[in-house]
C-alpha cells in the first residue's frame, strides 16, 4: 500500500477492524518512512454483470456513479450517507444473484427507482425526472399524481 504522504511503499498494520455486515476490513496503518497513519478500506471484488446501455454499448458496473447520483437525488434530504451505501449494497447483490453475463441498464434503473421510492419519494421524484428525461411539466405531474394515487391507496 502506497503512503498518501510520501509514496513509500512499505506501511504496518495497526489495527483492523470489519463493519457490522462483515463485508468491509478498515485497516489503520502507519507508514514506515514517514510515520503518518492513514486509513484503507478493502471490499471484496466479485464478478457482477455488464450493463447494456439503451444504444447498445457495453459498459462495467460502476459503484461510484450509483452512489453519486443517489447522493445527487438525496440531497438535502433526511438520507444518510449509510442509507446510500446499504441501498448500493442491495443493488450490488440483486446484480450479483442475477445470475447473466450481461444485464440491460434498463432493469438496474428499475431496481433504483423501486427502491428509491420506498426510501425517499422526493429522492424518487428527483431521480425519475432525470431516468425517465420527462420532457414537460405534463409528465412530472402524472408522476407526482401516481405517487399521490399510490399512497391514498395506502391509506385505505
Not at 14 to 41: E, G, H
Not at 55 to 83: F, M, N, T, Y
Not at 92 to 106: C, R, T, V, W
Not at 125 to 143: G, I, L
Request: net charge negative; charged share 35%; proline share 3%.
Amino acid at each position: 500500500m502506497k503512503c498518501p504522504y510520501c509514496g513509500h511503499l512499505d506501511n504496518k498494520v495497526i489495527d483492523s477492524r470489519l463493519n457490522k455486515d462483515a463485508s468491509i476490513t478498515r485497516r489503520r496503518r502507519a507508514c514506515i518512512s514517514c510515520d503518518q497513519r492513514f486509513t484503507t478500506y478493502e471490499r471484496l471484488e466479485v464478478m457482477v454483470p455488464v450493463l447494456v446501455k439503451t444504444d447498445g454499448r457495453r459498459e462495467p458496473w460502476d459503484r461510484h456513479k450509483l452512489v453519486i447520483g443517489l447522493q445527487k437525488a438525496c440531497e438535502k434530504r433526511p438520507v444518510s450517507r449509510d442509507d446510500i451505501d446499504t441501498f448500493a449494497d442491495e443493488i450490488e447483490h440483486k446484480l450479483q444473484d442475477f445470475g447473466a453475463k450481461e444485464i440491460p441498464s434498463k432493469v438496474v434503473g428499475e431496481w433504483v427507482m423501486e427502491g428509491l421510492h420506498q426510501l425517499d419519494e422526493v429522492a424518487y421524484v428527483r431521480f425519475a425526472s432525470v431516468y425517465r428525461q420527462f420532457k414537460d411539466v405534463n409528465e412530472f405531474m402524472d408522476e407526482l399524481k401516481s405517487i399521490l394515487a399510490a399512497r391514498a391507496d395506502d391509506d385505505s
